[in-house]
């Protein structure tokens, strides 16, 4: 079993920049790859970054450029910095891991957008 918390998230104004944590209750040198999503009222939880234990990554087309996804497996962290961020971004943003067959999803830190 895989606890996650997410921390860092709040409210910014448009262009600025915030940076997530997600800090898990083991180590996650083993685990396969961690995450990020996020989710708005009455749309489905979409991928936005996640790293996988060799440090690939893989980001969502629409935070390229703008996001990076990083881990500190001697910390059992993984971090999101979110730089330029629109409106659009608004949302309850989740960390998940997985690992061989299972998964686990922390419950979420809101990330607001707006002047």
């Known amino acids: 079993q895989v606890q996650l918390v997410e921390s860092g998230g709040g409210l910014v104004q448009p262009g600025g920049s915030l940076r997530l944590s997600c800090a898990a209750s083991?180590?996650?040198?083993?685990?396969?790859?961690m995450g990020w999503y996020r989710q708005v009222p009455g749309k489905q939880r979409e991928l936005v970054a996640e790293i996988a234990s060799g440090s690939n990554t893989n980001y969502a087309d629409s935070v390229k450029g703008r996001f990076t996804i990083s881990r500190d497996n001697a910390k059992n962290t993984v971090y999101l910095q979110m730089n330029s961020l629109k409106p659009e971004d608004t949302a309850v943003y989740y960390c998940?891991?997985?690992?061989?067959?299972?998964?686990?999803w922390g419950r979420g830190t809101q990330v607001t957008v707006s002047s």
């Open positions: 083991r180590s996650i040198f083993s685990i396969y790859a």
């Open positions: 998940h891991a997985v690992y061989s067959s299972a998964s686990w």
